[in-house]
């Protein structure tokens, strides 16, 4: 081969590196800058069906952002703009009347009208401190039953007495009950009374311990506890285990009598003699009072002032039970004064 051949084929050589060289090159720059793909996945894509169906825009499910948290203010404003009924808790059976009271004592004050009606009412606090009333709400079967029963349970005083009223309280839109009793023809309406009870004190419900010799009008030795406090000087008479009456004078002085007297002289009586304030009920009037019945007021007493009127037992009550019979706002009725012919 000649010297030329030689150089000939040597430059054909070089060209085909250079140009492999190029490609490769080329090749390498463009996979750097080419996209690279997610591996696939066996999890559906957001916006495509297991089945791999794209899902529409409406049942795409898309996160909300996250708003701004509420503020007190906010939560104040949405507990304003509710009715505060709906915010408390009812028993089985009970209303909320649809009415918020700032005022606590205008709710107090309908509660204690629907209880003076015989309807069970209470008050209760919504979360925005305003008053809401609660009540239980009767049929007029229901209010007419039960004021049956209030008559029925009169009668021991006389049930012509009494007369029952049913009506309906648009407020609550329920029925309400009372049991009333009209004073008689020409008799006096005296008002409304607390009622207490007094009785003849016995001695074996006191202690026997201390002892007092002598006491002031009385020969013998008795019971300190039965004498005083609320024994004899406070009831007014009192009977010994031995069975002696024994009055209280005054001054802490006592005597034995044959009866337990009353202020008008007369023996007191159970269910006939009553203490009266003079000032307001004069000794010797015939009264009616409501919840007790036909009593004659005999008697007085240092506490009984004003619009209170004691009622006598005798020994129908211990004295521990007598304080179980205060009762308040009962009706007082007043013969008319016999008038000398």
């Known amino acids: 081969m000649s010297p030329s051949g030689s150089h000939n084929e040597t430059r054909l050589v070089s ?34 069906s297991p089945s791999g169906l794209t899902a529409s825009p409406e049942t795409a499910t898309t996160t909300p952002e996250p708003g701004p948290p509420h503020s007190a203010a906010t939560t104040q404003q949405a507990i304003a703009s509710t009715g505060c009924h709906e915010l408390i808790s009812l028993p089985p059976g009970w209303l909320a009347l649809e009415r918020c009271f700032e005022e606590a ?22 979360p925005g401190g305003r008053t809401v009333i609660r009540y239980q709400p009767l049929s007029e079967a229901e209010a007419r039953s ?12 006389g049930s012509d007495l009494y007369q029952l009223e049913v009506k309906r309280d648009p407020l609550v839109n329920s029925f309400t009950w009372q049991v009333s009793m009209p004073c008689p023809e020409d008799w006096l309406e005296a008002g409304s009374f607390k009622l207490t009870a007094y009785v003849l004190a016995q001695e074996d419900d006191f202690a026997t311990e201390p002892r007092i010799e002598d006491p002031c009008g009385l020969s013998g030795n008795y019971s300190k506890p039965f004498l005083f406090g609320d024994g004899v000087r406070m009831q007014g008479s009192g009977l010994t285990n031995q069975g002696e009456v024994v009055h209280f004078k005054g001054n802490n002085c006592f005597e034995i ?24 009920i004069s000794l010797g009037s015939k009264l009616l009072i409501e919840d007790i019945g036909h009593r004659v007021a005999e008697d007085t007493g240092g506490a009984i002032r004003g619009q209170h009127i004691d009622v006598y ?17 009962r009706k007082v009725c007043v013969a008319p004064t016999p008038t000398a012919g």
């Open 15 to 48: 060209l085909l590196g250079l140009a492999l060289l190029f490609a490769i090159a080329v090749l390498a720059s463009h996979k750097a800058t080419a996209p690279q793909q997610a591996p696939p996945s066996s999890k559906p894509e957001h916006g495509s």
């Open 105 to 126: 004592a205008e709710a107090q004050a309908i509660v204690r009208r629907l209880r003076a009606a015989n309807v069970h009412a209470t008050t209760s606090t919504d």
């Open 146 to 157: 039960a004021g049956k029963q209030a008559l029925t349970a009169r009668r021991p005083q």
């Open 257 to 280: 009598l044959d009866c337990p007297r009353t202020a008008s002289t007369a023996c007191a009586k159970s269910g006939r003699t009553v203490a009266v304030d003079p000032r307001v």
């Open 313 to 329: 037992y005798g020994t129908e009550l211990r004295l521990r039970q007598a304080w179980s019979h205060t009762r308040e706002d």
